[in-house]
């Protein structure tokens, strides 16, 4: 699930490579460049609108609040909330990409849990740095004190739902990846219902999840030789990893052949 702008942009090398031609790595290097440079300018576009519109969306989310909304923001919240939800994620990636795919999967899914690790952990580093003060402190929306307890810009909960769905969108083919996006959609909007987070923490951590946690993937799964894995039991690629599932009497777990 690409941008339009990325869509628009690699339509002429895909063009290109469909005729058969021989595209030169400097052109397919600023292609991406520029594509990765128009990610940043639209983040930071739609960043800056939703600083615009931190105070008015506090303001309708206070005016929204029931039992129906505090419901429905409980489920965001544990979604987004990594200690809950990590280990049935992994574990289900794990047996779902054995199940379907099997060491191929298996990769895959060590890949995906790379880019959500990298993703999360990008915007720990960003709201930690960044020392924004949350709503509910009452400080107004442009208080910050580096380095310190506050942590608020950008959201930790949505980085972490929007990194799964990147994760997930860059390991599979046909539309898997829609409902994760729709509930990270639903975690973000929970963090501003609840008064947890700014309308802007809740972009910012949704798109360093959705643009770290893609790149994470994509890099691990080439480090895995996701893309060219040898079917069943091939042989190992040279100068390569394979990681199988390993099932022992006693346990399960993860064996790993250089």
Same mark, same amino acid.
């Given at each position: ?11 002429? *090398? ?8 021989? +595209?030169? &790595? ?5 292609? %991406? ?6 990610? *940043? ?9 939703? #600083?615009?519109?931190? &105070? ?11 039992? @129906?909304?505090? =419901? @429905? $923001? ?20 794990? *047996? ?13 899914? !060590? ?17 930690? !740095? ?6 509910? &402190?009452?400080?107004?929306? *442009? ?18 739902? #929007?990194? +799964? ?12 990846? +829609?409902? #994760? ?13 609840? =008064? ?18 893609? %790149?994470?993937? %994509? ?11 040898? &079917? ?5 690629? $040279?100068?390569?990893? %394979? +990681? ?9 777990? @993860?064996?790993?052949? #250089?």
């Amino acid at each position: 699930m690409l941008p339009l702008g990325a869509v628009l942009s690699l339509a002429p *090398l895909h063009a290109a490579a469909q005729a058969g031609e021989m +595209i030169p &790595e400097a052109e397919v290097v600023a292609d %991406r460049t520029g594509r990765m440079w128009r990610d *940043l300018a639209l983040g930071a576009g739609v960043l800056g609108a939703a #600083f615009l519109l931190d &105070e008015p969306a506090r303001d309708v989310a206070g005016e929204l609040q029931g039992t @129906l909304g505090d =419901d @429905l $923001a409980g489920i965001g919240h544990g979604y987004g909330d990594w200690k809950r939800t990590a280990p049935f994620l992994a574990g289900g990636g794990l *047996l779902l990409g054995v199940t379907l795919d099997g060491g191929r999967g298996v990769r895959k899914a !060590t890949s995906a849990f790379f880019g959500v690790f990298v993703g999360s952990m990008s915007n720990t580093l960003l709201n930690w !740095t960044l020392g924004r003060s949350r709503p509910r &402190e009452e400080r107004g929306s *442009l208080h910050f004190d580096p380095f310190r307890n506050n942590a608020s810009l950008g959201s930790g909960h949505t980085a972490y739902a #929007f990194a +799964i769905a990147a994760a997930v969108d860059e390991v599979t083919d046909g539309g898997w990846a +829609i409902p #994760f996006y729709a509930v990270a959609a639903g975690t973000g909007l929970a963090r501003i219902y609840g =008064d947890r987070h700014w309308l802007s923490d809740v972009v910012a951590g949704g798109f360093v999840g959705l643009w770290v946690g893609r %790149r994470a993937t %994509r890099a691990a799964a080439g480090w895995l030789r996701v893309a060219g894995a040898p &079917e069943a039991d091939d042989e190992v690629p $040279a100068s390569g990893v %394979r +990681i199988e599932p390993l099932v022992l009497v006693d346990g399960v777990g @993860l064996r790993l052949r #250089f």
